[in-house]
């Protein structure tokens, strides 16, 4: 039986995020908060070129200061779909255009606080198609052979979750 919201209050309301904290009642009558961070559904895409590597981006994270090398991922805009959204993306982070977009999955990125949902993609039959953001200057481009992603997700040099799920379910599937 899900919790009953007494009240909602939003405290901020930044460019990427808002922060609301709920009071509620839980079904034995205890009353709580819960502080949830509303975020943008994303779209994250595991791009394979013609030789069979993942092509993946290196890039400074602020929130655990270090660079790390991740599957392109990025923010659905308003009025897009996912698939438009992985196209756009892609040729924004990585230069390329997929002429092939196969949805893998999906799953909800820290459900315990924020709202956020990912979908998952394979991007296939990439065709050189650069467009220019405003935050992808930072970005290295990296060409990743597919035999060595188990150890890179072993080692911990992939480490973050989105990477993870979408790089194990892209080798699962190749079965």
């Known amino acids: 039986m899900p919790d009953k919201v007494i009240k909602t209050e939003q405290i901020f309301s930044g460019r990427a995020v808002k922060l609301r904290v709920e009071t509620i009642e839980k079904s034995n009558g205890q009353k709580t908060t819960r502080e949830i961070i509303e975020h943008a559904d994303c779209?994250?895409?595991?791009?394979?070129?013609?030789?069979?590597?993942?092509?993946?981006?290196?890039?400074?994270?602020?929130?655990?200061?270090?660079?790390?090398?991740?599957?392109?991922?990025?923010?659905?805009?308003?009025?897009?779909?996912?698939v438009e959204a992985v196209k756009r993306e892609l040729q924004e982070?990585?230069?390329?255009?997929?002429?092939?977009?196969?949805?893998?999955?999906?799953?909800?990125?820290?459900?315990?606080?924020?709202?956020?949902?990912?979908?998952?993609?394979?991007?296939?039959?990439?065709?050189?198609?650069?467009?220019t953001a405003e935050d992808t200057d930072e970005i290295e481009v990296v060409k990743v052979p597919v035999s060595q992603i188990p150890a890179l997700i072993i080692s911990g040099e992939i480490g973050d979750a989105k990477s993870i799920a979408g790089l194990l379910r892209v080798l699962y599937l190749k079965k």
Not at 108 to 115: D, I, K, N, R
């Open 43 to 82: 779209i994250a895409v595991v791009p394979i070129d013609d030789k069979e590597n993942i092509v993946m981006v290196k890039q400074f994270r602020e929130a655990v200061g270090k660079r790390l090398l991740e599957i392109p991922a990025g923010c659905i805009e308003p009025g897009e779909n996912p």
């Open 93 to 131: 982070e990585i230069g390329y255009f997929p002429e092939k977009v196969e949805a893998i999955g999906g799953f909800y990125a820290t459900p315990g606080y924020v709202t956020e949902y990912l979908y998952l993609f394979k991007a296939t039959e990439l065709k050189p198609s650069r467009l």
